[in-house]
């Protein structure tokens, strides 16, 4: 089935997020206060979090779909690709990393307002590809 894959990689990044949530709160408090890094280590984890969330609904919107729409699947892969650079360079900087690793963030975050986009765009043409959202009353 289209878009399955999606699922997978929400359910990854769900399960990543809160993990390294916990080891940013936890295992590295310490590590992460002394570098004065605890904030950005929270902003990756915020937007990692957020993000895993937008590319589940972007599975469940696929599936119940007859034919699911290009800009949803767009949607989830510059989420996922997203969530990878911008969460992933803030996590590299925060361990360590070189300061160059910095200019790969805005990518990130580039690549989730993309998603964001393509989430418009489909919302904007859902009746024009012959899909018609179910009443629920």
Known sequence: MAGSWAG?????????????????????????KNKNMMEVWHTGVQYHLIHSVALLGCWVAMRTMPEPSPSLQWAARFYSVGMLLFSGSLYGLCLGAPKWTGIITPMGGLCLM?????????????????YTPVSRE
Not at 9 to 22: E, H, I, K, M
């Open 114 to 130: 993309a998603g964001w986009g393509c989430i418009a765009f489909a919302a904007m043409n859902v009746g024009n590809q012959g």
């Open 8 to 32: 997978v990689a929400a359910s990854f990044a769900g399960f990543s997020g809160v993990g390294l949530g916990a080891f940013g709160a936890h295992a590295l408090k310490t590590y992460l």
